[in-house]
């Protein structure tokens, strides 16, 4: 097993339908019975947006059509815009405007510098987009800072397109793409069918990959299809107390390595992304249960990797948290963190060298312990 220090600092986002009620998204009730305790799979209920928007552009495309012919049997609320401009997107706060965004659905055409790819690393060579904003409500959103305006879900409907430019980013050896960077691919499967049509295409490169991963659960549509092993699905986990409390509209962590194990066993190569990894109190009891969890959920020999990734966030995505998340139980104390810049002068805050050391040793041996054959790519 191998372990590579990584030192991008994004990693992949989720790397997380529902209506909720902001009030479910704030609750913060402490549980401390969290630990060990025996919970149940509580599936992700599938994101039934109040509002599908559709702009002429997007439905002069067949996928855009497709996605139209996924919203109507599902009496989800159809608008055919005029222009391809998205409008009368924001309410009268911030809360207003998260609040209609998460439950709008827009199916757009990607832009042209979608066209022109950047390199994910330690995720992936490559990212691509077919969609951007996510249905669920984690506290801790990795979107926050990153997207700019509501935060409403777009998907493309130029999909054949956008799958047709990746071949110029292959190279002989084998290149890898990650899909999971703006969005839950799995959270709109339901609605867009795209995640399925990736993973088709993937099946037919020989030196193409495809990567993603989920917070939800519903991968029945995907156990089936022509993956070819090019596919690693992966599921973003953590422990309890911060997958119960921040991470709102998913499925739980069981159910999601339910999902995962049956993907296993399709044959797919399958992932765990821990993330985002936080030294809360008694973090090695908590880590320990979900390592355990997880151990029991692959208990058989399959193609296994991990990511382990660690809070951090940023002055930008802080200040977007807040407004989203006013009553968050989130640690965001800066004293608390030592500041990391990159090459363009941008910060970030992240744990102290020490908290990381004893965080990723520990990590590495107890990984090592419960999966022998599993490969750990990178810790962040
Ligand atoms: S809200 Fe969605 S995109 Fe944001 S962290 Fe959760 S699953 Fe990921």
Redesign the pocket.
């Known amino acids: 097993m191998d372990i590579n220090e990584a030192d991008n600092s994004v990693a992949v ?4 339908g529902v209506n909720l009620s902001l009030d479910f998204v704030n609750d913060n009730t402490p549980d401390n019975t969290a630990t060990v305790r025996e919970t149940k799979p509580k599936h992700a209920r599938l994101w039934m947006p109040q509002r599908a928007i559709f702009t002429p552009a997007a439905l002069e495309f067949e996928h855009g059509n497709r996605i139209l012919e996924r919203c109507e049997p599902l009496s989800i609320p159809v608008e055919r815009l005029k222009s391809n401009r998205l409008t009368n997107l924001r309410g009268e706060t911030v809360r207003a405007t998260y609040a209609a965004a998460k439950r709008t659905l827009a199916v757009v055409v990607a832009p042209p510098s979608h066209f022109k790819l950047t390199p994910i690393p330690p995720s992936a060579d490559w990212q691509f987009h077919l969609a951007e ?6 506290q ?5 800072g990153s997207l700019s305006g509501p935060p409403v879900v777009r998907a493309y409907a130029n999909l054949p397109q956008i799958l047709e430019n990746l071949a110029a980013y292959e190279t002989k050896d084998e290149t890898s793409f990650e899909v ?1 960077c ?3 691919p799995l ?1 709109i499967e339901h609605l867009t069918g795209s995640l399925a049509e990736c993973i088709k295409y993937f099946g037919t490169r020989e030196k193409g990959f495809l990567r993603y991963v ?3 659960d519903a991968v029945d549509e995907l156990i089936d299809l022509p993956h070819n092993g090019q596919t690693r699905a992966r599921t ?1 986990v953590n422990a309890a107390p911060i997958s119960d409390r921040l ?4 499925a739980n962590v069981k159910a999601r390595l339910q999902a995962l194990r049956k993907l296993a066993f399709a044959d797919y190569p399958v992932g765990l992304v821990i993330a985002p990894i936080m030294p809360l109190d008694d973090w090695k009891t908590h880590y320990g249960a979900l390592l355990d969890e997880a151990a029991h959920a692959l208990d058989f020999p399959c193609d296994l990797t991990f990511e382990l990734i660690t809070h951090r966030f940023t002055p930008g995505s802080k200040d977007v948290l807040l407004q989203w998340y006013p009553n968050t139980s989130l640690d965001l104390d800066e004293s608390k963190r030592e500041i990391k810049r990159n090459k363009f002068g941008g910060q970030k805050f992240v744990y102290p060298r020490e908290t990381m050391k004893e965080l990723k040793s520990w990590f590495t041996e107890e990984i090592k312990a419960r999966f022998p054959n599993g490969k750990i790519l990178y810790w962040t």
């Open positions: 986002p989720h790397l997380g904003g996510c249905p669920a409500h984690c801790y959103c990795y979107l926050a999971s703006y969005t839950d959270g989920s917070k939800f973003s991470e709102g509209g998913t």
